[in-house]
């Protein structure tokens, strides 16, 4: 297994602004800062900068170039600024789960903000675009109604979505994105009650939010929650495979992994592969793990590797998709519309599963849409069905 993922670094990652960037976001605790000179003295400062300001990682870059001595106003300021910015959106994000709390509803960060606020003790390290959270679907519109209160306002960040707004259709979609306008910043939330809502992931294998509330832990100082270890991971491993592991943000979305291994070096693994297996997301999750350990030395088992392995045909197809639409560049053009549906197919775990994901039972279809007869499930499938095709931010 060690081969194989030295083969994998070597394939995706390649220049020597790549490996820079590539070794500076590993966890800083285990970060090499030998290597990391080594690489810095074979890029150019300028071209470094905006390369790290495209992946969205100047700030964990910066923070490398300190520890190195080696740093400099543009990035200093690159640092200080996202700190200025992550502790602005904390005190917005701890003032609603308090709010929420006061009136009985729970509330668990998702993620990179569930990461940077109870996991990683480095959140400067953390960049992201958005919060995402977690509520029962019970709580769902008392949730939007003390949101609202809040101070936020319904909106999409992705301009082109052709989702519906409002709290109904979060109902029906699995949640629902607002802002909210900081004192020279803004706030974009996502109020979920789906834990790892993906149309490509069968909604009845999907975990319920209520389990997950039981088993999810405190975060000292704040109302926030986070996931339970196991299902952390699981959650962050189906969301970079739900952004096909190449698709902005990119490269630091394999952070998130990265960061939750190495928080708990007694992760049960034997119950994540468990997890996976029961969702049949083994396929997807390979990539997810393979990857960060490939590129930051993550510390997956191999034995987790090689019992969510794929079969070769599926493994070699994914990974030449992979290396094609390339690790890098997240904002570039990564697939045609039927080289993104070939790929998307090939994450499952078999046909079967594939199939079932984009045709669920008409029970889950009544639930879900509130309809009263059968003869209304042709038109829901059907727009399922167009929505697994075109509801996609364009890549």
Known sequence: ?????????????????????????????????????????????RRLYVFAEEHECASIVAARLQALGKSSPQWDYALDDWKYRLNQRFEALDALAT????????????????????IYPYPEECPMGD????????????????????????????????????????????????????????????????????????????????????RSLAIEGSDIRLLDPVMNLVQVSLHTAKHSYVRAPGLRLHTDVDRIVRAYPELDWDAYVERVRAMRVTASVYFSLAIPAALFGTPVPAKVLEALCPPDFQRDFLFRSIERAGLFHPLAHKFGRLQYLAFAAMLFDSPKACMHSAFPSPAYMKNLYGLKSDAQLPLCYAKRFAGLIFKRVKT
Request: charged residues 30%.
């Open 131 to 214: 919060f995402d959270v977690l509520v029962k679907r019970s709580d769902f519109v008392q949730a939007h109604e003390v949101v609202m209160q809040e101070g936020f306002r319904l909106g999409f960040r992705a301009e082109d979505t052709i989702e519906e707004e409002g709290v109904q259709a979060g109902l029906i979609s699995g949640g629902t994105e607002y802002v909210k306008d900081l004192a020279d910043d803004s706030l974009w939330l996502e109020l979920q009650w789906r834990p790892v809502a993906g149309r490509w992931i069968a909604p009845e294998v999907e975990p319920v939010a209520d389990e997950l509330f039981e």
């Open 1 to 45: 297994m060690d081969k194989e993922l030295s083969r994998m670094a070597e394939r995706l990652v390649k220049t020597p602004y790549e490996q820079m960037l590539v070794k500076c976001l590993v966890a800083r605790d285990a970060a090499d800062l030998e290597a990391i000179d080594a690489a810095y003295k074979q890029c150019q400062e």
């Open 99 to 118: 709010a929420l709390k006061s009136k009985g509803i729970p509330l668990i960060a998702l993620k990179n903000a569930g990461i940077a606020r109870g």
